[in-house]
């Protein structure tokens, strides 16, 4: 079943997001960028805060922002980490600098690689080329998002038929697929039967902007609007249909 992640700036909002109902919290800086790493003291207070309730992601940043060193400890509770690949299209070496970023995330943590579907701005690697690496780093997800966040969505950049495609590849490879960018509940349907395992969200969990506070009624809603298509396995999603799923 498709769960619902939340990305949260604080265990203020990781208690919002949960009592809305996330099934996995991702923690980042939104001042930072799509991926802005949070401070680890802002891991460990969600960490501690969600108490293993649902698996927790964290942030690392852009590999190109340069080495950045994480102490392991930091990373005690968490499942899942990710970097970014913005700027990474024109180095012939992406694939080993990256790597070796991945290095440092312990191997009881999963490794999240990144795809930005704004591609051309974010001047990150061909889709293929990320799989291909995906490989390299024993990646357990590929994270679908925009680097820029300008209201344009996913959908702007993939259509629903290229997406399912997409994710039937990695589902093939034995992979899991989060969905974000920009999402709201009216993309859920498109995303969901389109195969998504997780939709990742920010900005629509928030108040106002994606920099401002997560609003656990806003999670609830989503959440409920993921729910509505339980039991419906692979939602049938027509351009004509969309009226059933708004
Ligand atoms: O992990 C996914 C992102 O946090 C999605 O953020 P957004 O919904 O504001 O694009």
Not at 19 to 37: M, Q, R, Y
Not at 93 to 98: D, H, K, P, T, Y
Not at 163 to 174: N, R
Request: aromatic fraction near 6%.
């Amino acid at each position: 079943m498709t769960q619902l992640l939340v990305s949260v700036r604080s265990a203020e909002e990781a208690s919002a997001a949960l009592a809305g109902g996330a099934d996995l919290i991702d923690v980042k800086e939104p001042s930072l960028g799509s991926l802005g790493a949070a401070d680890p003291q802002v891991w460990r207070d969600v960490i501690q805060m969600v108490r293993a309730q649902v698996p927790v992601s964290v942030a690392l940043g852009e590999i190109s922002d340069g080495e950045r060193r994480f102490d392991a400890d930091s990373f005690r509770g968490a499942s899942m980490a990710k970097y970014g690949l913005a700027n990474m299209a024109d180095s012939a070496i992406w694939m080993s600098l990256a790597a070796r970023a991945y290095e440092q995330v312990p191997r009881g943590c999963a490794r999240v690689a990144v795809y930005y579907v704004d591609q051309s701005r974010a001047k990150c690697p061909p889709l293929h080329d990320v799989l291909r690496w995906s490989g390299q780093i024993s990646a357990t997800t590929i994270l679908f998002d925009t680097l820029v966040k300008d209201g344009q969505t996913l959908f702007d950049f993939f259509t629903p038929s290229e997406l399912t495609a997409a994710i039937a590849t990695i589902h093939e490879a034995g992979m899991k697929v989060a969905c974000g960018g920009s999402l709201t509940a009216e993309h859920f349907a498109a995303a969901i039967s389109a195969g998504a395992d997780i939709l990742a969200v920010r900005g629509a969990a928030c108040e106002g902007s994606r920099t401002s506070r997560v609003n656990r009624e806003r999670v609830r809603d989503l959440k409920a609007k993921l729910n509505s298509f339980v039991g419906e396995g692979k939602v049938h999603y027509a351009s004509n249909d969309k009226s059933r799923f708004a």
